[in-house]
């Protein structure tokens, strides 16, 4: 029937399909018999035949199809616009002000599963001077993250400078391309290249932040993932604050009391005060609303915006940003939540009102 009508079903562009499914399901019953009619006249007749008697695929009711493509319409103004240039809803009027869009609902991923920790082991090897763990990985030349002069922390590099130079060498080669660049072997200086061994990784030195301790302190494994992500608001200066809580720490019965701080090992990270007020926990697809100092514009989409209804998506460590996904699909964004003007989550009812979640209790409190 969506075909018959004339319904694309493009999941790739957004979560209205579902809507769309939803309100074609809820007609199609009642009106099956005249669906059924229409096909045996049509087994019984030409196509072009039926067309000439002017005997088209039925609708629930007349200007069903174009109503629902008006109902799918996202914008709220060109909502308006186009219900009245339909005739929608003549017959009352304040019903048809009061039509918004679908706001589509995700239901919030607030289980708490999979592994306390990543089942790669790394050796802790001390402080950096910025204060985060130094940790030795072995990786490969294509996952190497060089700068923009070809340089990359390989460990002990000193001890085995012909290495070092002959990745770094191929690397600008081919201009920063390290797909291109590693695609063919690369075999270490050697006076008989017949004897020449292919390099194929390299120990790199990294830093580590937040992770798990295993087998005492010498060995380390990174954080499976975040549970979930406390929010806090500063009485005093109204700034937004954010504690990551990582599956290990609830099944550890942790209770973190760091605020994140952008770039910083988490040592500096500010702790929890007196004067920091909890609002609530944030997990995946959660709703929350969000209204910027100023208007900003997306990457992907150069789409601008300054506040609507977003899906929560997770939480970045290193620089404190959120990801965010907008409720009707239309764009994703990363942003900063200290200066935000207004963050609140809601909360979906099975009718599809929104509610604010006015207060929740903290978790273990």
Sequence with gaps: ???????????????????????????????????????????????????????????????????????????????????????????????????????????PKRSIKGQLHESTFRRNRGK??????????????????????????????????????AVKERYL?????????????????????????????????????????????DMIADNASIARTDVYQDRETKKYYLIPVYVADVKQGNQPDRFIAAYKP????????ENHSYLFSLYSNDLIYIELPKPKVTKRESIEWKSGYFYFKGVDTATGSISISKNDSKFSDRIGVQSLVNFSKYNITPIGDLQKVQKETAYGV
């Design 173 to 217: 080669e081919f201009e920063g391309n390290k797909e291109k660049a590693f695609e063919q072997p690369l075999y270490k200086p050697s006076k008989s290249i017949k004897n020449a061994p292919v390099i194929r990784s390299v120990k790199i030195v990294d830093k580590r932040n937040l992770y798990v301790s295993v087998k005492g302190e």
């Design 128 to 165: 950096t001077e910025e204060g985060f763990t130094q940790v030795v990985t072995k990786t490969k030349l294509e996952n190497i993250r060089f700068d923009k002069n070809g340089d990359f922390s390989m460990y002990r590099k000193e001890f085995d400078m012909a290495t070092y130079n």
């Design 1 to 107: 029937m969506r075909k018959r009508w004339g319904f694309n079903k493009n999941r790739k562009a957004n979560t209205l399909h579902h809507a769309l499914d939803a309100a074609i399901v809820a007609v199609s019953r009642p009106f099956r018999k005249r669906v059924s009619e229409y096909f045996t006249q049509r087994d019984k007749s030409f196509k072009q035949a039926l067309k000439k008697m002017n005997i088209y695929f039925p609708q629930p009711w007349e200007g069903f199809v174009n109503e629902l493509n008006v109902r799918l319409e996202q914008d709220p103004d060109q909502m308006k616009e186009a219900l009245i240039k339909s005739d929608l809803y003549e017959s009352d009027p304040d019903f048809r002000e009061s039509v918004m869009p679908i706001f589509p609902s995700w239901m």
């Design 266 to 273: 988490y040592e500096k990270w500010p702790k929890k005060a």
